[in-house]
């Protein structure tokens, strides 16, 4: 069994959400970045999310794979999968069964904040797949790509679950020319998006019925109460989640119900909040095909193919490098979905 785990998180990192908190909450418009829900017991929540019937993306991600990991094995030849946010790569063991099959795959590299589970899934994958090399790599995707092993041969990147919607439209294109840096000249980036639908469909999801979604948006004042000593009140904030037209990406929100006045002591900080007054807490952008192949150019990728589940709700697409000849002629290759 060969497992070999890196930490790229010190002491430096810890001071991130001091200072993603501190610029949040004094903003005009107040926010916190998503990435903070995802303690412990924000995790837990999240799966219980994922099986929630309002919410669609995770068993139309795994449906798609479930139906096309062959061809994306065949499509790749990739030796070696990088997974960012590989959390139990749950979804990623259906890639990994079919580049084993083909008998191409030889290296998997998890990405993921928690030590502990990148350390348990390694081992349990080594088990799983007689003489994969399996080099995790626990660290923030935003900023420890750079740590990432040379290719081994051609690397597929994936990024899956619809994160990249979490990205604003600059800071997403930004963050996939980083990725399309790693791919080497036969690599491909294979990344779930969510579509765009009916937006009734797409507010169902953020709203269910269970109240498990309000929970999980709450939970985030939570982390900041616990890590920067804070008195957020979650019981005093309602759970807003919406579609905005426009932009073509759902927003959550935490709406104070009164005025209220809360202190985060580790950062000598006080906000005041009015009633009714609003903290953006996530955008989830929604894709049209015409969208995420302006976003793969403007990152150096052109599109393979775009592969859909049967009601055409999300999306797996795959893209690779754009040939040096191409690049900067006007017009691009679309994608065009295939459910």
Not at 51 to 60: D, G, H, I, K
Not at 206 to 222: I, K
Not at 297 to 307: R, W
């Amino acid at each position: 069994m060969s497992v070999t785990v890196r930490s790229y998180l010190g002491a430096g990192d810890e001071t991130s959400l001091a200072d993603d908190a501190f610029d949040g909450l004094t903003r005009p418009f107040k926010e916190l970045p998503p990435k903070y829900f995802y303690d412990q017991a924000g995790a837990a929540l999240f799966d219980r999310i994922c099986e929630l019937p309002e919410y669609y993306p995770t068993r139309a991600e795994r449906a798609i794979l479930a139906e096309r990991s062959v061809e994306i094995a065949a499509l790749t030849g990739a030796a070696e999968v990088v997974e960012l946010g590989s959390g139990t790569a749950s979804k990623s063991r259906l890639l990994l069964s079919a580049l084993a099959g083909a008998g191409t795959l030889r290296r998997y590299v998890p990405v993921d904040v928690t030590e502990g589970m990148v350390r348990q899934t390694g081992v349990d994958l080594a088990c799983e797949y007689p003489g994969l090399v399996v080099h995790g790599i626990v660290g923030d995707f935003e900023r420890h790509l750079v740590h990432l092993p040379p290719p081994i041969g051609p690397r597929v990147v994936a990024f899956l679950g619809g994160t990249i919607g979490n990205f604003p439209p600059g800071s997403r294109r930004r963050f996939l020319r980083a990725v399309a840096r790693l791919l080497g000249p036969d690599g491909t980036l294979l990344v779930g998006v969510d579509l765009v639908k009916d937006p009734a469909r797409i507010e169902a999801a953020y709203n269910d019925e269970a109240g498990v979604t309000a929970a999980f948006n709450r939970n985030v004042l939570n982390v900041v109460n616990r890590e920067l000593t804070a008195d957020f009140a979650p019981g005093r904030f309602d759970h807003v989640a919406f579609f905005d037209r426009r932009q073509e990406w759902v927003e959550m929100r935490l709406r104070a119900q009164c005025a209220m006045t809360v202190r985060v002591a580790q950062l000598g900080l006080t906000v005041e909040f009015t009633a009714g007054e609003e903290l953006r807490t996530e955008i989830s952008a929604k894709f049209t095909p015409p969208r995420l192949t302006a976003d793969l150019a403007a990152a150096g990728l052109e599109p393979v193919q775009l592969f859909t589940d049967a009601d055409a709700l999300f999306g797996l697409a795959l893209a690779r490098p754009q040939p040096a000849r191409r690049r900067g002629r006007r017009g691009h290759r679309q994608l065009v979905a295939a459910a």
